[in-house]
């Protein structure tokens, strides 16, 4: 945690490098070896390889939730924040992840940037985004199953409903309705046959997509509204296959994962080629169901084995040991993957994001866990989710490697934070009268998790990052330059950029 902050001003600051872009530009990568994922009866090939995966979903993947800037210039993230979280990834051993859907317009959220900005109309700038996370994934060996749209009303992402409104029509229409199904498959046609800006890639033949999948938690849209399940959910299912079919008629190549809805249809249907489920110790011990996950999941296997591959595509918000059997079953039981929930990135202003996760203890992920995650077991679960995802591949679980990049320097407040590099589970702080040293540690130990006030986080009263360390010990009138390193167990990153501050 931060020192405490007594109240003395600094003088301007020299940061080299710091404001600027540190990253160079996408290199090109094209790997041959690298095909589109394909189904095969019950089990999914990279080629002739079949592929298994454990990791994270990364919901923040291709846009940012919360902590956003009053001017929304972090809405989308940047070349470094998607480095980070897909170089996270990779060192986790994660060879697939799962963003969120794509955000819709809606008046009560005051103008946040979306993806889809009105009726057939589509966001260039968000897109641009999705193009970047895309051509990088084949740097990092990270496959991503995106969601076209979700079943709730999330603040900064809206689904079913606001796609509706923006036909002028209820929410229940969405499912039923000729002109917003027609509205709904241009989105398709879209997305699909976008080319991406960074890639020169069309979607549709984009190998770093694992699948498209129909949406999110359909079946929670009209169980959050009480309606009855024998109505609904025949609509939702025939909505589905509907969807699926022009998804497969535009873009044959890819797999189709459904959204929620009746598994037997889908199972049937030709046009679906993934199963999924959604599993967490913590909403079900709410709604007095099982808390066994292992069960829950030997259980959807036995409806989808020899038929078609099941995806548990979000799982967590439970115990160490919960997670641990899940997480045996599914590579026991032959489930192609699963994503635990879920990891957030670092800030390009410094520190992480955060997101509570419904009340519970868990305050998203970061990688490798640190002392803020105590609560909820970050660093082992993260630990155990590594060892599982070589495990789920049949290899052996590599050493970490050293962090990075190397860290950038900034000020922030009336202290410090950082842009952080991946990997590192400490930092150490230097400081002397000049540039040419001698230079002494200041703090060593120091991490980039630090977040003072979830709450306040969530309640988007808090958009700047937290201040990470305060030089208490400066004497006063005196100029002093400042440097850090990354630290992890693997080794250390070279210094980071100068930064000169004075105190009066």
């Known amino acids: 945690m931060p020192q405490a902050i007594r109240p003395f001003l600094f003088g301007i600051v020299s940061i080299i490098g710091a404001l600027a872009s540190t990253l160079n530009a996408i290199p090109s990568v094209k790997k041959e070896s ?12 990279e ?39 897909l170089r996270a990834l990779q060192q986790m051993g994660a060879r697939a992840t799962r963003c969120f859907a794509l955000s819709i317009t809606a008046p009560s959220d005051g103008g946040v940037p979306v993806y889809i900005s009105g009726r057939r109309n589509y966001n260039e700038a968000a ?7 895309l051509a990088l994934c084949p740097e990092y060996d990270v496959r991503v199953i995106i969601p076209l749209i979700i079943a709730q009303n999330f603040a900064g992402w809206r689904g079913v409903d606001e796609f509706a409104a923006l036909a002028g029509k209820p929410g229940s229409a969405f499912w039923t309705d000729p002109e917003i199904k027609d509205d709904f498959r241009d989105l398709i046609r879209y997305v699909l046959s976008r080319r991406n800006t960074v890639s020169g890639l069309l979607y549709r033949d984009d190998p770093a997509i694992l699948a498209w999948q129909l949406g ?17 959910k025949p609509r939702v299912t025939a909505w589905s296959c509907e969807m699926a079919a022009c998804l497969k008629q535009v873009d044959p190549r890819h797999l189709v994962m459904e959204g929620g809805g009746d598994r037997a249809a889908f199972i049937a249907d030709p046009n679906i080629d ?58 026991e039981d032959g489930i192609a993957g699963g994503l635990l929930w879920g990891i957030r990135g670092r800030r390009r202003d410094g520190g992480f994001y955060y997101h509570n996760e419904g009340g519970t203890p868990v305050n998203s992920y970061h990688w490798p866990g640190f002392a803020t995650g105590h609560g909820y077991d970050e660093r082992r679960i993260l630990d155990l989710l590594r060892t599982a995802a070589y495990a789920i591949r049949g290899e052996e679980l590599p050493p970490l490697p050293k962090p990075s990049p190397v860290p950038v ?63 208490e010990s400066a004497a006063a009138g005196r100029r002093f330059f400042y440097r850090l390193k990354a630290v992890n167990a693997a080794g250390e990153t070279d210094y980071s950029n100068a930064v000169e501050c004075a105190r009066p």
């Open 216 to 232: 999110n938690e359909f079946p929670s849209w009209w169980g959050d509204r009480r309606l009855d399940e024998k109505t609904w």
């Open 274 to 331: 993934v199963l999924s489920t959604h599993l967490y110790e913590y909403w079900n011990r709410l709604g007095g169901g099982s808390t066994d996950l292992a069960a829950l999941a030997r259980a959807d296997q036995v409806e989808c084995r020899g038929k078609k591959p099941l995806i548990i595509d979000e799982f967590g918000l439970g115990s160490l040991e919960t997670i641990r059997q899940l997480m045996r079953t599914i590579r």
């Open 34 to 45: 690298w095909p589109v994922i394909v189904r095969c009866g019950d089990a999914l090939y």
């Open 127 to 133: 897109f641009r985004t999705l193009d970047r996370v």
């Open 409 to 471: 320097l900034l000020r922030a407040g009336g202290g410090f934070t950082w842009r952080g590099s991946t990997g590192a589970s400490s930092y150490t702080l230097e400081r002397a009268g000049g540039l040419k040293g001698p230079w002494q540690c200041l703090a060593a130990g120091l991490e980039d998790s630090v977040i003072a006030d979830v709450r306040a986080y969530e309640e988007k009263k808090i958009s700047a990052p937290e201040v990470l360390y305060v030089d």
């Open 47 to 85: 080629g002739e390889r079949p592929f298994r995966f454990l990791g994270l979903a990364a919901p923040n993947l291709h846009q940012n939730e919360g902590q956003l800037l009053p001017d929304f210039s972090n809405r989308f993230p940047d070349e470094f924040e998607i480095r980070d979280v």
